[in-house]
């Protein structure tokens, strides 16, 4: 077994909005093995984003993790002091948007902000070396004529220019850890073709591990090993690509898995999930996704379901895989 | 796993399919919080902007009744009882003609309230009017009228009332001693008169580029389309949509030039230009009460304090009502 | 095709906006640049394209949004290319908009009845007070809204809620055709099929024509009976859909179909995707000749040099391009 990259337990992150807590992410754990690429998927208010961003110590007022623990390397994220802390965020792990705006500063060039990142995980190094390694850098990433774009500013660059400096930034630090959050989710396809094949190449090369926040099942299938699906602050199942897509056991994904269009055929209709998203301020006491479950127990309701695993580490959190649920004649619908 | 101890004892029958009902007892929107109630909410939890607010109250509560309550008149002049300090009978004390000061003060109070309140709404009406149409129309109709904001921005008080005064005193003294001019004219006299077309004519702009800005804004979003393409009038959308939508900016505006309107009043009375006598204001109650300021300066602080206090909690409850109306202006 | 009659004759439409540039001299946008397309009554016309393609540009200016730089539309045989504002309003009524953004396209500060009776008050379809309140509750109804919350606003809705709000708008002036402008793009995916078949309902129990403007290609398959292409303010392909998915002529069609993500592991790592090159032109100053033949992998130098033509290569499949057939 290989000694795990990152390791999530029991992660509690809270919003203390006026209108009252805002349980964004409410005890998601998982591990991530290096090298992996790992999917997270969830629609808007689901936690994926919170969950990641908690990694990087991102999460501010009036957001708190209120809960559980997060080990980089075998080593406590939040007991870190400045230093290691400094080193972790960009050398170990590093981060990118959806919005490369968030991440390039409009009044330097890229080649000044390429060259911090770089000091900060070398330290002192020549001028000479920081310019050979930009260029590296921003031809790894699919630049062209890199010596130019060095001493030019964000604007100059196009969308897709702009996601792939960004993504130059983010390896600067040679990282092991690259957390992308719905990095093509503003682009048109075929730059998001571009970009995900650029991920792909990068991730070959420097052999780090992925993790991708997205809420397009087709980039997971496209780009993850293991999947987690996420659904109001909690993880309803997660297990390898493969089980996911071929044998998803909870109803909310399996339901996602049949609404999709691209499978379907003009004329016939599509299969939606009904009711509505959740409302964090107001999640339910059992299942969240309960309201709108279609085999919804009584027992949902009012009590959070428990996890059930098979052999091969599919994990879901429902309850009709309760050796009770089926004792009780209860026929899976497992269309 | 964590949560395994406790499930051990649901019992079976809960692993029963769940009935619609039962689902939907899960899922109640939340109660309906309209926009006002919301706002409500947010300046009820602002404890300056509610002391501010209650301090309105006060001084309007006194402003209104507190000359009724006294039993002298604001111009009644009682021989004997010249400058007399504040005691029992006169808590205020008494000017040099031996008038009630507590009586003036609240009548100088008054009229500074409704000199504000008036300016405030003649000042919304002209900048709302001026600031939509320029906002909506956009290109060189915009530009245009613009420019002549910026021109009436740059022209100076003083100059205009002094000059209006001069203008107006004789058509408004013919006006006011004809028949049919309103009593209440009459009562308020030529300054004070030139005082409301100054305001009315100067103040708008802030309002007005307010406005324009908002709408300016407002009618890119694609409700204003949608409503185009429902075949919409113009009128309809501005009254419909774009003033509804920056209603809050506009009182909080409004709020903030009522104020602003007291201390140009006060400001020109102090300087002769405001109130005839005998009327009061608190600006004219503070210049007279100069002359004695060595012997007698509580003739001064009272008026005086009265419109710091007006003042002061006027804008703090502006504030206030800038944050719980509009969030985002927050800075 | 559900009807050969033409319900909306576009001609040689172009719409061009002018701006400065950031050193303040005078340039124009070709948004949409010569155009011709027919909409049939009762069908689902698609259009794809990148942003910057002019496919929500092309939507607005049908409806007449903007004033045309040129060409010409027909509704039901009426040029309405003209129109002044009180003639045009009666085919405002028939021609309506849904929009892509649920939260920027309702009014604040109306309740959802307001919304939706807005729409009834300006085309007076409502005769008393009472009429109107039945039609919007039936509206709201047929969208499948909870009635009871028509006194409440937008914003305490979810997306799907507030799509299903803006098309009871939309059809609350009982029009022939709608522009349905990305009406899924911003919803939650769990969402999303339930607003395709909401519009599809609509469609059927009411007649209405489509024009669905989409970059995902997957929602086009399953909703449109054609598919136009759009480049940079032209029409690259248009045919029907189930022949464009099997048998794009275009390269520019080819690369977006295999780029589009496909939900299933498996056949996501064995496809072969044709990746572009770089992206889309700015519209200020296209390419000369063929408008793609910066990013398409077949380029010669024929494409820099002449316009190909938009041509029928027999069954009703359109193709803008000088190789077709040998690519």
Same mark, same amino acid.
């Given at each position: 077994m290989v000694k795990e990259l990152l390791k999530i337990n029991d992660l509690k992150v809270s919003f203390f909005t006026p209108a009252g807590e805002v349980k964004a992410v409410n005890g998601i754990s998982y591990t991530l093995e290096p090298g992996k690429v790992l999917g997270i998927v969830g629609e808007s208010g689901s936690g994926k984003s919170v969950s990641s961003y908690s990694i990087m110590g991102l999460i501010d007022k009036p957001g708190k993790i209120v809960w559980g623990s997060i080990t980089f390397n075998g080593k406590d994220v939040s007991a870190m002091n400045r230093s290691e802390r400094l080193n972790f965020s960009g050398n170990e792990v590093a981060m990118i948007f959806q919005d490369p705006m968030t991440c390039l500063n409009p009044v330097f060039t890229v080649g000044n902000q390429l060259a911090e990142s770089l000091r900060h995980k070398y330290g002192k190094i020549s001028k000479e070396e920081v310019r050979k390694r930009s260029i590296e850098l921003l031809t790894l990433v699919g630049i062209n004529v890199p010596e130019k774009r060095l001493s030019q500013y964000p604007h100059e660059f196009s969308g897709g220019m702009r996601q792939r400096a960004m993504i130059a930034m983010a390896l600067a630090g040679a990282p092991k850890l690259l957390i992308a959050d719905e990095p093509t989710t503003a682009l048109d396809v075929t730059i998001q073709a571009q970009i995900l094949e650029l991920l792909k190449d990068i991730q070959k090369k420097t052999g780090m591990a992925i993790v991708l926040i997205t809420h397009d099942l087709g980039i997971v299938a496209d780009m993850a090993d293991d999947v987690i699906v996420m659904y109001g602050g909690r993880i309803v199942e997660q297990g390898s690509v493969y089980s996911i897509f071929h044998n998803s056991r909870h109803p909310y994904t399996k339901g996602l898995i049949r609404s999709l269009p691209d499978l379907k055929k003009r004329g016939e209709k599509l299969i939606p999930i009904k009711g509505n998203p959740i409302d964090l301020l107001n999640l339910p006491k059992g299942c969240a996704f309960a309201p709108r479950c279609e085999s919804c127990l009584k027992v949902c309701i009012n009590h959070m379901p428990a996890e059930y695993a098979t052999e091969d580490g599919h994990r879901t959190a429902c309850w009709l895989y309760d050796e009770r649920a089926n004792n009780s004649g209860e026929v899976k619908n497992n269309g | 796993m964590r949560e395994m101890d406790n499930t051990a004892v649901l019992e079976n029958k809960l692993f029963m399919p769940a009935t619609e009902s039962e689902k939907a007892t899960v899922e109640i929107m939340r109660p309906s919080v309209g926009y006002w109630k919301d706002a409500w909410r947010r300046l009820r939890a602002n404890k300056v902007a509610i002391g501010a607010l209650v301090v309105i109250l006060l001084v309007l509560l006194a402003a209104v009744i507190g000359p009724m309550l006294s039993p002298y008149k604001y111009d009644q002049i009682i021989k004997g009882s010249e400058n007399l300090s504040p005691n029992v009978q006169h808590i205020f004390g008494t000017d040099s003609?031996?008038?009630?000061?507590?009586?003036?003060?609240?009548?100088?109070?008054?009229?500074?309230?409704?000199? #504000?309140? &008036?300016?405030? +709404?003649?000042?919304? +009406? +002209?900048?709302?009017?001026?600031?939509?149409?320029? #906002?909506?129309?956009?290109?060189?109709?915009?530009?245009? $009228?613009?420019?002549?904001?910026? +021109?009436?921005?740059?022209? !100076?008080? &003083?100059?205009?009332?002094?000059?209006?005064? &001069?203008?107006?005193?004789?058509?408004?003294?013919?006006?006011? /001693?004809?028949?049919? /001019? !309103?009593?209440?004219?009459?009562?308020? #006299?030529?300054?004070?008169?030139?005082?409301?077309?100054?305001?009315?004519?100067?103040?708008? *702009?802030? $309002?007005?580029?307010?406005?324009?800005?908002?709408?300016?804004?407002?009618?890119?979003?694609?409700? *204003?389309?949608?409503?185009?393409?429902?075949?919409?009038?113009?009128?309809?959308?501005?009254?419909?949509?774009?003033?509804?939508?920056?209603?809050?900016?506009?009182?909080?505006?409004?709020?903030?030039?009522? !104020?602003?309107?007291?201390f140009v009043e006060s400001f020109l009375s102090f300087i002769g230009l405001g109130v005839s006598i005998p009327m009061a204001s608190l600006g004219s109650l503070s210049q007279a009460a100069l002359k004695g300021i060595y012997s007698y300066p509580y003739m001064l602080i009272f008026p005086a304090a009265t419109i710091s206090v007006i003042i002061l909690s006027m804008n703090l409850f502006g504030d206030g009502l800038r944050d719980a109306l509009d969030p985002r202006m927050k800075k | 095709m559900v009807n050969s009659e033409v319900l909306l004759e576009v001609n040689n439409l172009k719409q061009y906006f002018h701006i400065r540039n950031n050193l303040g001299e005078k340039a124009s946008v070709k948004a949409v640049d010569d155009v011709t397309f027919n909409i049939y009554r009762g069908e689902t016309l698609g259009l794809v394209g990148e942003s910057g393609s002019g496919k929500t540009t092309l939507g607005r200016s049908i409806l007449r949004i903007y004033d045309l730089t040129d060409g010409r539309i027909k509704f039901s045989g009426v040029d309405i290319t003209k129109l002044r504002k009180d003639k045009l309003l009666p085919y405002r009524k028939k021609m309506q908009y849904i929009f892509q953004d649920p939260y920027a396209s309702l009014d604040p500060r109306m309740t959802v009845s307001d919304i939706v009776g807005e729409a009834l008050d300006i085309h007076k379809l409502a005769s008393s007070k009472k009429d109107r309140e039945d039609k919007i509750r039936d509206l709201l109804k047929l969208v499948g809204l909870n009635t009871e919350h028509s006194s409440r606003y937008p914003h305490e809705f979810s997306g799907g809620q507030r799509q299903r709000i803006g098309i009871a708008r939309a059809i609350a002036v009982e029009p022939e055709f709608i522009v349905c402008d990305e009406p899924v793009s911003a919803l939650d995916v769990s969402i999303r099929a339930q607003i395709i078949n909401t519009l599809e309902e609509m469609q059927e129990r009411l007649n209405l024509t489509y024009l669905f403007i989409s970059h995902d290609l997957g929602v086009v398959r399953h909703t449109c009976d054609r598919v136009g292409v759009m480049y940079l303010g032209h029409f690259v392909e248009l045919v029907e859909s189930e022949e464009l998915y099997k048998n794009p002529l275009h390269p520019y069609?080819?690369?977006?179909?295999?780029?589009?993500?496909?939900p299933d592991p498996e056949m996501a790592k064995k496809r072969n995707r044709i990746i572009l090159k770089g992206e889309i032109p700015s519209p200020v100053n296209p390419p000369s000749g063929c408008k793609f033949r910066t990013r398409c992998p077949f380029a010669k130098d024929l494409c820099s040099q002449q316009i190909p033509e938009f041509k029928d290569q027999g069954n009703g499949h359109y193709v803008a391009c000088h190789f077709t057939g040998k690519i």
């Open positions: - | 003609l031996g008038r009630d000061l507590f009586t003036r003060t609240m009548i100088g109070a008054r009229i500074s309230i409704a000199v #504000g309140v &008036v300016a405030a +709404i003649m000042i919304s +009406i +002209i900048g709302i009017l001026y600031g939509a149409v320029s #906002g909506f129309l956009g290109g060189w109709a915009d530009i245009v $009228m613009m420019r002549i904001v910026d +021109i009436v921005y740059s022209v !100076p008080t &003083v100059l205009i009332v002094i000059l209006l005064q &001069v203008v107006l005193k004789d058509p408004i003294d013919k006006y006011l /001693s004809s028949a049919n /001019s !309103p009593a209440f004219l009459k009562g308020l #006299g030529v300054g004070l008169i030139s005082i409301f077309f100054v305001l009315a004519l100067l103040y708008w *702009v802030d $309002m007005a580029r307010i406005v324009r800005g908002q709408i300016l804004a407002l009618k890119e979003q694609e409700y *204003v389309l949608a409503a185009k393409v429902l075949g919409a009038s113009s009128r309809d959308i501005i009254s419909k949509h774009l003033i509804p939508n920056c209603i809050g900016q506009i009182i909080v505006v409004a709020t903030l030039k009522i !104020p602003e309107a007291i | 069609t080819q690369a977006l179909l295999t780029a589009i993500p496909e």
